[in-house]
């Protein structure tokens, strides 16, 4: 275990749900990220916070929304996804980005059906 | 933000024999750090080198960096099987740390 929990590991919904994923560190880290992975594709920046503010957005769109009410949780709600959103997500942590690397959970894998 | 080339994409080797997978970028980093991803899994941070560094060890890994040449290299010494997994680089360079990462090195050690 890496100190960052990622639930739920699996999901399942249709393209008119909304769910959200959940992300949680006890490390003390002060930034978090959620990354997009997907089959063949280079790991996709998504969203990073700093001390709870959104600090990068990488033209995500806007059916997924990133809230961070705390240094050690963060969320990604979904609505009105597509099937090719379909891909792993990861959440990470960071402390000093520059010194240490970066703290993974173990994902959820989301289906869009 | 830049991303890193890996080479080569995928490797297959006899447990017991070495393994060097390689990054290049194109322009100057703060630091690259080396991931682990087991299928279907989160990511591993393995080694963090930064620019003014040359070379770190950590049990059987080996990695080094050339920013002349801008690349870096990552050596598994004495491979398992368990070492089968994608094995990224991720570079923090600008004024950013944030990590981007590249499309990695599927390494598949033979029992």
């Known amino acids: 275990e890496t100190g960052v929990t990622q639930t739920p590991r699996h999901l399942v919904m249709g393209m008119t749900n909304k769910k959200s994923l959940k992300c949680e560190q006890h490390l003390g880290h002060n930034a978090m990220y959620w990354y997009k992975q997907s089959a063949k594709k280079p790991l996709e920046l998504m969203f990073v916070y700093s001390l709870e503010e959104r600090v990068e957005n990488n033209s995500v769109p806007s059916r997924f929304s990133p809230e961070c009410p705390n240094s050690s949780h963060l969320f990604l709600h979904l609505h009105t996804l597509q099937p090719e959103d379909s891909a792993l997500y990861l959440c990470?942590?960071?402390?000093?980005?520059?010194?240490?690397?970066?703290?993974f959970g173990q994902g959820t894998r989301l289906t869009v059906v | 933000s830049q991303q890193g080339e890996e080479d080569p994409q995928a490797l297959s080797i006899q447990e017991g024999e070495n393994a060097t997978m390689n990054c290049s970028y194109k322009t100057s980093i703060n630091n690259l750090q080396w991931y682990r991803q087991n299928s279907g899994r989160g990511l591993v941070h393995l080694i963090l080198i930064r620019s003014n560094e040359r070379e770190k060890h950590s049990g059987r890994l080996r990695v080094t960096l050339d920013t002349s040449k801008k690349s870096s290299s990552l050596l598994i010494t004495a491979s398992r099987a368990a070492d089968t997994a994608s094995y990224f680089c991720a570079l923090a360079s600008g004024g950013s740390y944030i990590p981007t990462f590249g499309r990695g090195t599927s390494l598949i050690v033979h029992p």
């Open positions: 990470a942590s960071s402390q000093d980005g520059l010194t240490w690397g970066a703290f």
